[in-house]
């Protein structure tokens, strides 16, 4: 499989409720952000860990990284319809390129 | 921080002409970036660049693909002989204040959505 892999694929939840999207990648990494994508938008910037990290909070994000598992969580807490988007990891080995993930089409219902 | 900005925002063209999509960011930024989202597929990256040279390309980024800075500004990503497969957003990215982009964040444009027909 490929660098910075997302599950689910999709995920439909109800307002209030947790969202979790996970993802993992193959190679070693300096560090692995996290970015939303409205339809047919840009790509914003939400969350940068370190791999020296092991959790990272802003606001109602909440970011894991397993660097033996190869892995991390993005949470989001008590939904909202305006955090329907789709989510990506992406990684930086070391070059200046980042490694997109296949991402997650999150659907947050009122 | 502010993102950057890209023009046009929808481009259409036909197979084998030349087009020319622009990004717009602070002046006083150093490391820029190109990716694309083929519809429905992941972002890839395509070419990063530095202090005006370019620093990183990846496979896609081949003798059709030339990117610049011609006026200490504008950062111009240009494909001399599109082709259908082209078609895709394209998306402009600056490293933050804090430096390199593999290192720390980047900070994406809206994109520009090219029609290859």
């Known amino acids: 499989s490929q660098q910075g892999e997302e599950d689910p694929q999709a995920l439909s939840i109800q307002e209030g409720e947790n969202a979790t999207m996970n993802c993992s990648y193959k190679t070693s990494i300096n560090n692995l952000q996290w970015y939303r994508q409205n339809s047919g938008r840009g790509l914003v910037h939400l969350i940068l860990?370190?791999?020296?990290?092991r959790e990272k909070h802003s606001g109602r994000l909440r970011v894991t990284l397993d660097t033996s598992k190869k892995s991390s969580s993005l949470l989001i807490t008590a939904s909202r319809a305006a955090d329907t988007a789709s989510y990506f990891c992406?990684?930086?080995?070391?070059?200046?390129?980042?490694?997109f993930g296949t991402g997650t089409r999150l659907q947050v219902f009122p | 921080e502010p993102e950057v900005t890209q023009t046009p925002s929808h481009q259409v063209t036909q197979m084998g002409q030349e087009v020319i999509l622009r990004c717009v960011p602070i002046s006083n930024h150093l490391y820029f970036y190109w990716y694309r989202q083929i519809l429905g597929q992941k972002v890839e990256f395509l070419v990063s660049f530095y202090n005006n040279e370019i620093s990183e390309k990846s496979e896609i980024f081949d003798d059709q693909f030339s990117v610049e800075r011609p006026d200490g500004s504008n950062f111009t990503l240009k494909i001399r002989s599109t082709k259908l497969e082209d078609s895709a957003m394209y998306f402009c990215?600056?490293?933050?204040?804090?430096?390199?982009?593999?290192?720390?964040?980047?900070?994406f444009g809206p994109g520009t959505r090219l029609t290859v027909l």
């Open positions: 860990i370190r791999s020296n990290e």
């Open positions: 992406a990684t930086a080995q070391g070059t200046d390129k980042l490694i």
């Open positions: 990215a600056r490293a933050g204040t804090s430096g390199r982009g593999a290192y720390n964040e980047q900070f």
